[in-house]
């Protein structure tokens, strides 16, 4: 019989194993999204067996990144909440909120409607495309955005200009802290450049005085 004792470093190993598969993955599906998972076990340190005890197939493995990255953006998105602020500066806020999540599973991106499917890739979304359109909906009313599209079109029409933004990283064709996609992102819905540029540079003057 197995003493409890000697059960908890085997449950701890097991938490240990299966999180450096998920970092791996991360990290390998974004320079090759066709990694095959016997590479991805090599590349993470761990045997076959042991990859396949945690991710019995390619699906398991791509669901359970899809997991953690939905639980981010809804953390992300409960955080970003904070005291009402001219629109401009709320969506840039919130995108700002947004960006590690987007950074750390951009390479999502390149398996997320082949693999995941389109529902499953709304479901995870669904939390930022919210937010973001109520933001479009208060900036149009306030004169701020654009008006000649529907918030909730123009939210899918930014949303798609971020995805272009975080694959030109995934395909090293960019280099960005989230300043150029936000900043994009704002002239793209109607704020004038220099606007644009003025309120990201006043964020994060603000960021860096609260870390100081």
């Known amino acids: 019989m197995t003493h409890p004792v000697a059960r908890v470093p085997q449950r701890r190993n097991a938490r240990s194993n299966r999180a450096r598969i998920l970092e791996t993955a991360r990290r390998e599906f974004g320079r090759n999204p066709d990694i095959t998972l016997e590479e991805l076990a090599r590349a ?5 067996r042991t990859l396949f005890g945690h991710f019995p197939g390619r699906a398991a493995l791509l669901e359970a990144l899809a997991e953690e990255a939905s639980e981010s953006l809804r953390d992300a998105v409960a955080a970003a909440a904070g005291p009402v602020e001219p629109a401009e500066r709320a969506l840039a806020h ?3 909120s947004l960006w590690p999540v987007g950074d750390r599973y951009r390479m999502l991106l390149a398996l997320a409607r082949h693999d995941l499917g389109a529902e499953r890739v709304a479901e995870i979304l669904e939390p930022a495309r919210d937010e973001v359109t109520a933001i479009l909906e208060r900036g149009q009313r306030d004169g701020v955005f654009h008006t000649h599209l529907p918030a909730p079109v123009l939210s899918a029409g930014l949303e798609a200009i971020t995805v272009a933004l975080l694959e030109a990283v995934n395909a090293e064709a960019l280099e960005d802290d989230g300043t150029r996609v936000v900043v994009a992102t704002l002239i793209a819905a109607g704020v004038p450049e220099k606007r644009a540029r003025a309120v990201v540079e006043d964020i994060a003057v603000e960021e860096a ?4």
Do not use: H, N, S
């Open 44 to 48: 993470a340190g761990v045997v076959r």
């Open 94 to 96: 919130f995108l700002f």
């Open 209 to 212: 005085g609260a870390e100081d």
